[in-house]
Structure formats: structure tokens, C-alpha cells
């Protein structure tokens, strides 16, 4: 018998240059039928894109998709944040979408979802922040720890741009520092 | 002043004082937004609170009941809404290519763009009208609950900064001709060209308690109804359903869809991608 997760809700922020760690985690969380996952990615805009396709075909065995208004958050589920929305979340755990300003030039912006998702999961989120060229992420990181939920950020040394894991670090001393082969691990054990 | 060094904490809003904000809003000012998707709502409050130094509901509470100033500020902050030009060019090209062909069999065209903000996507409709050659036989009615956002799209006064990916766009949308023949520049600005505004009216409306004006062909609402909870998201496409004409079309944005709404099976999808619909009968 399964002990009951740590975790209600999983939530991963990086840019576009982050995609193939990302995709190293989504196999790490294969086995996971009991959290749901949400990928909040920095992309363009306005552009036709198939990210949801690319790493559903990558990371294997479950479907990724890009959630609509309002649609109810479900467990082992892997959902990314839309292009050109901030992806919030509601008390009633479902998805809202919004189109206010972007956030740190970003839309998805991992700010907005980190600190939407403590307010509707408290610290029973489970947050990782890894690589970026852009701040994006480290407020948001900042507000999770304070409620008291689980963050990690990749550790800057081995990030690909550096910049969003170490302004997290340099917000927030209360963070997990973490490889790449270290997040797996943690994720494999879940 | 309230001067904080560093990063404030963050706006917190017990649901006790937020049920007194929202009884505030409706009964002293008029505006009810017990419907709305409380995730966006809250985040629009804390923004606004962060910017007035307010940590505290009923801090926040005493500040909108004395003045109607504040009141005024507070609803620019939750009614904003951004937009750009040809948002999403690939719903354009439909509405091009699968919508106006059945438009151009009626006489008058009469269209409602709810929710239509500082006016971008309105004038990049009526750029596809006017290439279609039926803006002349059309009648645009564009609403907004915000009338201040009104008062700027009357102007046709758009910033210059995003007319490059505007540009993009419009040409990713199957639009045919030259963008720029539609505006002039002036300095940092552009001025969407008269001939291409001179069909549209632009009129205060509130979704949440304003009734129905007219029939349409085709209604647009999009990222709109994103705002607010699944029961007013109901309510609302009550009010496009009786504003619809037989066999009219109601085009939302890419997220949205009426097929979890009580009004799937009155509706056939025309193009599922880009979240257009037509109503049955």
C-alpha cells in the first residue's frame, strides 16, 4: 500500500532553453499517478506551436496537454501553461486563464503561477525552478517558501543560463540546490 | 508614504473580508463581481494593493468606502486587459476564410465585438472586412465595461511600439495586402486610417448585468469570459445565444470553449483549433 503523497501539485518553471532538463524530469515522474504536473515554459507567442506534441512524444508515456479555462486539475495529469496566458489556479482546483501585462517580458510568466498555486495549494506545493536568461521565477519561488511548500532550483552551475536559478537563490536562502541527476533522484522517489 | 525597503510582503485577503470587499463594490458602487473567476480577481486586488501600500483587507476596505477616487483607480486595475492586433493570426485567417464567404450572402452584416478593450482586435477585423469588400454593408457594435479604454479606441490612436509584430500578424493571418496603407505614423504613435473605423460604434456595455441590443451574424468575445467563474461564463453565453442570429457564429479565444458549457449541443464547431462556433438553428 502507497503511503499518501507529500504533494497536491507539482509545478515547474523554466524558459525555452530548459526544455531538454524538463523533458529528464517528465521521465523521472513516469511512475506518478497521484500529483499533478504543471510545466510553465517561456515561449513566443503568436507563433504556432507544437511544444505540447514535442514533449508528449519525448518524455514518453503520458499525455501532455495545454489546459483550457476553467478545466478541473487531475491527479497524475501533465499539463503545460498555454502560450500568451498567465495559467492561474483556482480554490476549487481547476484552471484560470488571464491576459493582464506580461511579467518580467513574460506571458506565461512562472512568477504569476508559482505564487497562484500557493495560494490555492498552500505548502503543499512542490516547486522547481530551473534554467533562464530572465528573473522570472525567483519571487514567485520566494513567496512558496515563506507558505512554508518544498523548492528547488537547478543548481546555476550546471543551468545553461544561470540567471533564474541564482536570482532565486540570492531572493530566497530557504531553497534546495540541485543537479540535474539530483532532481531526477528526488523525483524517482516520490 | 509607506516606504518599504526590499521586497514587500505580500497582500493577504482573508475570505471574510473579501466577501465584505465584493458586498462593497456591488452595494455602495454598483459593480458586482461575485461571479468572477476569484484566482484573477485576487491577483488584480493584491496588484492593486501592492501599488497603495495596503497589506490588509479591511485597510483595503476603508480606503475604497471614503473615497471614489481610489474606487475609480481600483477599477482600472481589475478591468484591465491588454490586447494587440490580429492576436492569434491563425483565428483571423479562419474567420477569412470560413465566416465572412457565409456573411457576404447578407445584406447588412451587424456584428458584436464584446469586450473590445482599446479597440485592436476590432480594427484588425475590420481590416479583414474592408479586403473582403463587405466593411461598407457592415455595422460593428464594439463594448467594454471599462469606458475609459472606450474613449481611446474612439481616438484610433494605437502606440507605435508593436506595429512590427503587429505587421507579422497580420501577414501570418492570409491578409493580402499592405498593412501600412491602413495607418499613419505620427512620431511615436500610428492613426488607424478613418475608412477603416467609420463602421464601428463604440458603446459602454456590462456583460454581468446589461441585456442583449441587437441581432448579430457574428459575435466575438474573446479572453473575455476567462475572467470570470463557470456560472457567470453560463449567464453570459445565454445572452450571446438569444443575441445571435440563426446559423450565427461566435468566435472566442484559444482556450475557451463552449463545449463545456450548457450551450454545447445548440452549437456546431467550425473550426475547433481557433474556437469558432455556429449556432445551430
Redesign the interface.
Known amino acids: 500500500m502507497m503511503s499518501s503523497p507529500r504533494y497536491d501539485m507539482i509545478v515547474i518553471g523554466g524558459s525555452a532553453g530548459s526544455i531538454p532538463v524538463c523533458i529528464s524530469l517528465l521521465k523521472a515522474l513516469t511512475h506518478n499517478q497521484h500529483i499533478p504536473v504543471v510545466l510553465i515554459i517561456h515561449r513566443m507567442r ?1 507563433v ?1 506551436s507544437q511544444l505540447d506534441k514535442l514533449l508528449t512524444r519525448e518524455a514518453g508515456s503520458v499525455k501532455i496537454t ?6 478541473a486539475i487531475t491527479k497524475g495529469k501533465i499539463y503545460l501553461a ?1 502560450q ?2 498567465h495559467l ?4 476549487d482546483h481547476s484552471f ?6 506580461a511579467v518580467h517580458y513574460s506571458r506565461p510568466s512562472i512568477d ?1 503561477s508559482f ?2 498555486a500557493g ?2 495549494y498552500g505548502n503543499r506545493v512542490l516547486a522547481i525552478l530551473l534554467s533562464g536568461a530572465n528573473a522570472d521565477g525567483a ?1 514567485g519561488l ?2 512558496l517558501s ?1 507558505i512554508g511548500a518544498d523548492c528547488i532550483v537547478q543548481d546555476p552551475n550546471s543551468a545553461q543560463y544561470p540567471t533564474m536559478p541564482s536570482s532565486a537563490i540570492a ?1 530566497e536562502k530557504n531553497i534546495r540546490i540541485m543537479t540535474e541527476a539530483e532532481m531526477i533522484t528526488f523525483l524517482q522517489e516520490l | 508614504m509607506n516606504n518599504v525597503i526590499g521586497l514587500n510582503p505580500k497582500p493577504q485577503l482573508s475570505t471574510q473580508a473579501f466577501e465584505q470587499l465584493l458586498h462593497l463594490l456591488h452595494h455602495v458602487y454598483g459593480y458586482d463581481f461575485s461571479g468572477y473567476s476569484k484566482a484573477s480577481l485576487l491577483r488584480r486586488i493584491y496588484k492593486f494593493m501592492d501599488v497603495q501600500g495596503v497589506t490588509d483587507g479591511q485597510q483595503l476596505i476603508q480606503l475604497l468606502a471614503g473615497d471614489t477616487s481610489v474606487f475609480h483607480s481600483f477599477l482600472e486595475t481589475i478591468t484591465v486587459n491588454v490586447t494587440e492586433m490580429f492576436r492569434d493570426p491563425g483565428f483571423y485567417k479562419s474567420i477569412r476564410e470560413k465566416v465572412l464567404p457565409v456573411l457576404a450572402t447578407y445584406p447588412q452584416i451587424n456584428i458584436w465585438h464584446a469586450g473590445c478593450s482599446t479597440g485592436e482586435e476590432v480594427f484588425s477585423l475590420c481590416i479583414l472586412l474592408y479586403e473582403a469588400g463587405l466593411l461598407h454593408r457592415t455595422r460593428i457594435y464594439a463594448t467594454d465595461i471599462n469606458a475609459s479604454y472606450l474613449e481611446k479606441a474612439r481616438t484610433g490612436v494605437l502606440p507605435m511600439t508593436h506595429m512590427r509584430e503587429y505587421t507579422l500578424n497580420y501577414q501570418q493571418s492570409g491578409c493580402t495586402g499592405d498593412f501600412s496603407d491602413y495607418y499613419t505614423a505620427l512620431y511615436d504613435h500610428v492613426l488607424i486610417h478613418r475608412e477603416i473605423r467609420e463602421r464601428v460604434v463604440f458603446l459602454q456595455h456590462n456583460l454581468v448585468t446589461d441585456r442583449s441590443f441587437n441581432e448579430f451574424q457574428l459575435i466575438l468575445c474573446r479572453n473575455v469570459m476567462i475572467y470570470f467563474n463557470k456560472q457567470l461564463q453560463n449567464k453570459v453565453l445565454k445572452l450571446f445565444h438569444e443575441s445571435l442570429s440563426s446559423l450565427g457564429f461566435i468566435g472566442l479565444g484559444m482556450k475557451e470553449s463552449l463545449l463545456f458549457s450548457e450551450y454545447r449541443s445548440k452549437y456546431s464547431v467550425v473550426d475547433g483549433s481557433v474556437k469558432i462556433f455556429r449556432k445551430k438553428s
Open positions: 503568436n504556432v495545454e489546459p483550457e479555462d476553467k478545466q498555454p500568451n496566458y492561474l489556479f483556482e480554490e484560470s486563464l488571464d491576459y493582464s501585462d504569476v505564487e497562484s495560494r490555492a519571487e520566494s513567496y515563506d531572493l
